[in-house]
């Protein structure tokens, strides 16, 4: 017998004799062994964060980009020729000064001998007009004495017309003359046309210049210009004067990079360009900003502007009526947002939006107010998922979380949201 077991084991087959052997003991064993009865897994109600809606008049706000530009920048010429002798010694570039200021002073010399000069024709032609004047009294009183002798052809030569006429036109010829050399005189004297602040100085005090010759580079003070590029499509919220608006929107201009958070100056919308930029559909906007480099009074703790700095722009543009305002961080796919429904269910809804800003959305169709929009951002929305919210008592009773600490198990019943980041 030992001798027969001993040959089987040597057999090659022996190991798959155990293997099947014991393939057939463990179906014995799970054939026969009990089931555990199956249980149908709860659904999940994810926790998120909701607002209500709620229906107001919203004022359009159109954001831009723009740049500070001049309002008004004079190449100032000299008007005569002439050395110059005088130069304001706050003719610098940011030296500032009011409208009719001295800035340059010319030779007047020359201009000083021409209208004497003036002068003296001018008196000579004013005798000379009163003589020929004398003169056609004396004609008029003999042509009455003569009577009907002479013809009357020959009577406008009698009482001299043609030799009055010619006086006259040598008096207003030497009048005008002389205004134009005191023109010429006045014009030595340099001033500013406008309250100006200096860019470029090209003259010094000894140059000689030319009619024409440019002088300096002046701004002005009084106000400038932003230029802005705003989407053809939102110009309809945007009033401007030529368009028929009451005085052209307000606009808010700001530097957020240098400025303080909250700090603007603000502008009205003065014009817009006809015509579209080549590098898209928008269309340039000009806001007017009065006293930019803040030399009144009034502006004196508000930050002044830079030409040619970049600047952020805000345009107040018309007011939609009973809209909801939605922040634009809460719109998903371009026009669907979240709402919690009376049951807790996840709906997901789109949008007809009237108007899309930088931060907000206004919307006037799709939904209504007093719904619940979800604020929480969901890793895999799905229509109809449940929902529940944060500081609710199935969100988180303390009771209820105390009683599953004890019982070793998480709190919530149904388990916490995955995937759920508050925004």
Not at 205 to 228: F, S
Not at 350 to 358: A, H, K, N, Q, S
Request: hydrophobic share 45%; proline share 4%.
């Amino acid at each position: 017998m030992k001798s027969t077991l001993k040959t089987i084991l040597k057999n090659r087959w022996s190991p798959l004799l155990i293997l099947l052997l014991g393939l057939v003991l463990s179906g014995v064993v799970v054939a026969t062994g009990p089931e555990a009865p199956r249980r149908q897994p709860k659904r999940q109600a994810r926790l998120v964060e909701v607002v209500p809606l709620e229906v107001a008049d919203a004022q359009v706000a159109v954001e831009a980009l723009g740049t500070v530009q001049p309002a008004l920048e004079v190449r100032l010429q000299a008007q005569v020729g002439g050395q110059v002798i005088y130069v304001s010694p706050l003719l610098i570039p940011g030296g500032r000064f009011a409208e009719g200021d001295t800035l340059f002073r010319i030779d007047p010399r020359e201009y000083e001998f021409a209208v004497r000069q003036r002068e003296s024709d001018f008196a000579r032609a004013e005798q000379a007009l009163k003589l020929e004047e004398s003169q056609q009294e004396i004609a008029r009183r003999e042509y009455e004495l003569m009577g009907d002798v002479i013809d009357e052809g020959d009577a406008e030569l009698v009482l001299r017309g043609p030799h009055l006429e010619t006086a006259r036109a040598a008096h207003d010829a030497a009048l005008a003359a002389l205004e134009q050399a005191r023109l010429n005189l006045a014009r030595t004297t340099v001033v500013a046309p406008m309250n100006a602040i200096v860019e470029d100085r090209l003259v010094d005090r000894g140059g000689i210049v030319a009619a024409n010759t440019v002088l300096a580079t002046l701004l002005g003070t009084d106000a400038c210009w932003v230029e802005a590029l705003v989407p053809a499509d939102d110009l309809v919220w945007i009033d401007s004067p030529e368009a028929g608006g009451s005085g052209g929107s307000v606009a808010r201009v700001r530097q957020d990079a240098v400025w303080d958070d909250g700090v603007w100056r603000e502008g009205r919308v003065l014009g817009r360009s006809r015509s579209l930029d080549a590098q898209g559909r928008m269309v340039r906007v000009i806001v007017e900003v009065s006293d930019p480099f803040c030399l009144r009074r009034s502006n004196s703790a508000a930050p002044a502007l830079f030409m040619g700095s970049f600047v952020d722009v805000e345009i107040l543009g018309q007011i939609i009526e009973n809209a909801l305002v939605v922040d634009r961080r809460y719109v998903h796919d371009g026009n669907r947002v979240w709402l919690m429904d009376k049951d807790d269910n996840l709906r997901i809804r789109t949008i007809g939006p009237v108007f899309t800003g930088e931060g907000q959305v206004f919307v006037t169709e799709g939904i209504e107010a007093g719904e619940r929009l979800v604020t929480s951002y969901l890793s895999a929305p799905v229509e109809g998922m449940p929902l529940r919210v944060k500081g609710s008592a199935a969100a988180g009773d303390k009771g209820a979380a105390d009683k599953a600490a004890a019982a070793g198990r998480p709190a919530g019943g149904d388990g916490e949201a995955e995937g759920v980041e508050s925004r």
